[in-house]
């Protein structure tokens, strides 16, 4: 049988696509795109060189922007990029977000959120908040991805934002101020936002005075030693009285406590001291504790009974003279701790360097006042501290 001679007509010919079926099938000049989809008649594929030295387009890694220079020069029409969404399909097309203004711009007119922030000067977390308590909301929100896109003209009022808020503005405000339409209820709602800060300064400044004042003490303060004094076990009298009664009472009370500790064979370990509530230092009525620190077993014995004298941090002011002006002393203690000291509760305490039995003359008695502080020492103060 006699072989029927090749077929040479035009659509046939070698090298004209008749020895390739696939594209013929296909249609007349159709042939696949760099980036895998099929490219519009006419576009003809670039020299294998030129893709490796631009990049694909489309693909991970390629530099878009000079892939599209190179195919231009050599007059070869690139296809548009289309973003792979999260399962690799081309993503979603970008929607208007609810309730943005401007929404009508095309996603070509649109910027992404890292040129709106470069543009603006806010920070990407910054819009993704602003977003999200609606205070400056984007034109189109990728519905897979959640990318946010802005129009150009909402530059604007991202300035006048980040200007508002360099000012401390609050959201709320900031957002009241931008849906004003009258320049007087904006500027009502400015001036408002003013004297909230001067209002916070005024405060401010009354701090930072009352922190000086810790750190700095007058030259004319009394010379005050800052002491830590561990816990004691004693045996003590107390009673509630008023400060007419207080010099008497004590007098008493002590004597009796030395003859306590005497009769018991108990061993002294530091000088008598003294518990008055603020209450009777301020009031002029309260409850006070006489006790001397002892070593040993105590049995109560009428007023005596043992007494725990817990630790405590004290200012701590001297005293020469007679109990009878203390009164007075423990007032200007308590008035420049609360002043100068970190006060906490806790009831004032004397301590008898020298009392009445070895010292019969009230102008050699010897008594230090301590009120209880957060220590808080300044070192540069000239003060002792122990």
Not at 46 to 63: L, V, Y
Not at 292 to 312: D, E, K, S
């Amino acid at each position: 049988m006699t072989t029927p001679p090749p077929d040479r007509s035009p659509g046939n010919a070698p090298g004209a696509g008749g020895d390739r079926p696939q594209l013929a099938r296909e249609g007349k000049g159709a042939q696949t795109s760099v980036a895998g989809r099929k490219a519009p008649a006419g576009t003809r594929r670039p020299p294998a060189a030129t893709q490796r030295r631009a990049g694909r387009i489309g693909e991970p890694g390629g530099d878009r922007a000079a892939a599209v220079h190179t195919y231009h020069e050599q007059g070869i029409t690139a296809a548009p990029r289309v973003r792979p969404g999260p399962t690799g399909r081309p993503a979603a097309r970008l929607t208007g977000s609810a309730g943005s203004a401007g929404s009508a711009a095309g996603t070509a007119a649109a910027l992404t959120v890292g040129d709106f922030s470069r543009a603006t000067g806010l920070s990407v977390k910054s819009l993704r908040h602003y977003h999200q308590v609606g205070l400056l909301i984007p034109v189109q929100v990728n519905r897979d991805s959640g990318y946010r896109y802005y129009a150009p003209d909402q530059i604007p009022a991202a300035q006048v934002i980040r200007r508002l808020r360099d000012l401390d503005m609050p959201v709320t405000a900031v957002k009241a101020v931008l849906t004003a339409s009258d320049p007087v209820i904006r500027n009502a709602l400015i001036t408002a936002h003013l004297d909230r800060l001067e209002a916070e300064l005024a405060r401010t400044r009354a701090t930072v005075g009352s922190l000086r004042d810790l750190l700095q003490r007058p030259a004319t303060a009394p010379l005050v030693e800052h002491r830590t004094v561990p816990a004691t076990r004693a045996v003590g009298i107390r009673q509630t009285l008023t400060m007419e009664d207080a010099l008497p009472w004590w007098q008493g009370a002590l004597g009796e406590l030395n003859a306590t500790v005497r009769a018991q064979g108990l061993t002294r370990t530091g000088p008598s001291g003294g518990l008055s509530s603020i209450g009777l230092c301020r009031e002029g009525q309260g409850e006070a504790t006489v006790y001397i620190p002892v070593a040993g077993t105590t049995r109560p014995i009428g007023r005596v009974v043992p007494l725990f004298v817990p630790a405590a941090e004290l200012a701590i002011v001297p005293h020469r003279g007679s109990p009878a002006g203390v009164g007075a002393l423990c007032d200007e203690l308590d008035s420049y701790a609360l002043r100068h000291e970190i006060s906490v509760d806790g009831p004032m305490r004397t301590y008898h360097l020298r009392e009445p039995e070895p010292s019969p003359d009230p102008d050699q008695w010897e008594i230090e006042i301590g009120r209880p502080v957060f220590r808080a020492d300044n070192p540069t103060a000239g003060r002792a501290s122990a």
